[in-house]
């Protein structure tokens, strides 16, 4: 297997810690969106009225008539909904697809779902087919076309038409992204390509991902970013957490407080905040104390509080220029880049 001869010695020599984060703790191995949510590019987004799910349009338009018990959403141009306490998949009309059988099934992905049947985990096609048999103790969806499974309690990664094409090794694995994937053998995390060649060997305490020719590890307590083949990318900085990389920016935390760096590691928008999402279509929520609770607003690449803090409980990331909040515990709605309701919050 191609390695890289990079140490941890080596990792932690380039590394100068100066003061500017405060690790108290092994961190988190990526910033972990907790209770936010992403949405999809669809002009299709999910509602919920009286307890019933459907599906509105960005103009708010109700499109597809609240009826399912819940629903993922749409992803490439299905939706897996929830009706009499099965799964199945409808179209954009509201029709069954794939009529509601399984007990659990995941969303969409490089034309295939996950689904459960029996206990264990396969993958349906487009008409329901199921295409690979339940093989794997976990339903992870594809990513570049390949899906860690896991058996015997180790991981490995099937290709679309459900070959093994990495073996069941791995203590743990992610998805692929930029054509890498973290997985943990034995200690230690590592990088491997779709061949299942190392290319970053195992050497860091938990990994992340790459997004945008980055990904934040932890070594030794110290959380950083690495560039592709496996070197610290910012040689005097590490954070207490640290996010992936979007459009050009990523959160970090930094004496309990988080802002945005660059990818040149120049802090872009100040540590002033208690938490950030990743940047979308240019913008990116904040989150700030108003001496009631945290309020989510959302700022612009300048730093600039282009939608002002308001009282939500969630928030997602904008996606055609649409944004999932919810207000309380449970009411669910959707917001413009002006911070108008497209659709009040609902439960």
């Not at 941890?8 to 405060?22: D, E, F, H, N, T």
């Not at 690790?23 to 972990?32: D, K, Q, R, T």
């Not at 592709?228 to 992936?244: H, I, Q, Y």
């Not at 969630?314 to 449970?330: D, P, Q």
């Amino acid at each position: 297997m191609k390695r890289v001869m990079i140490s941890r010695r080596q990792i932690l020599k380039g590394l100068v810690y100066s003061g500017v984060a405060s690790l108290a703790g092994v961190p988190l191995p990526a910033f972990s969106r907790g209770i936010t949510r992403q949405i999809e590019g669809t002009d299709l987004l999910e509602v919920c009225l009286n307890g019933k799910y459907g599906f509105i349009n960005h103009s708010g338009s109700l499109v597809i008539k609240p009826r399912f018990e819940g629903t993922w959403g749409f992803t490439e141009e299905l939706a897996c909904v929830k009706w009499e306490g099965k799964f199945g998949f409808i179209d954009q009309c509201g029709e069954f697809v794939v009529l509601p059988r399984f007990s659990y099934a995941g969303d969409f992905r490089d034309g295939r779902a996950a689904v459960e049947i029996d206990g264990r985990w396969g993958f349906i096609d487009k008409s329901g087919k199921v295409v690979i048999p339940p093989i794997s103790e976990t339903g992870v969806g594809f990513h570049e076309g390949l899906a860690a499974v896991k058996g015997d309690g180790k991981y490995g990664f099937i290709d679309t038409l459900g070959d093994v094409v990495i073996p069941l090794k791995y203590d743990k694995a992610s998805r692929f992204s930029e054509g890498l994937a973290d997985v943990r053998d034995g200690k230690y995390c590592g990088y491997i390509n779709v061949t299942g060649d190392y290319v970053i060997s195992p050497e860091f305490d938990a990994a992340s991902p790459f997004s945008e020719g980055l990904a934040d590890v932890v070594c030794s307590r110290f959380q950083f970013f690495i560039d592709r083949a496996g070197s610290p990318a910012f040689r005097d900085l590490v954070f207490d957490k640290c996010s992936p990389f979007h459009e050009g920016y990523a959160g970090v935390k930094i004496n309990g407080k988080w802002g945005f760096i660059s990818k040149s590691g120049d802090i872009k928008i100040p540590p002033v905040y208690n938490w950030v999402g990743n940047f979308s279509e240019g913008l990116a929520f904040v989150t700030l104390n108003n001496g009631k609770g945290s309020c989510f607003g959302f700022v612009d690449s300048s730093g600039e509080m282009v939608i002002q803090p308001r009282e939500y409980s969630m928030v997602s990331e904008f996606k055609k220029g649409i944004a999932w909040v919810t207000t309380g515990l449970s009411k669910c709605g959707y917001i413009n880049r002006r911070g108008e309701y497209v659709w009040e919050p609902t439960q």
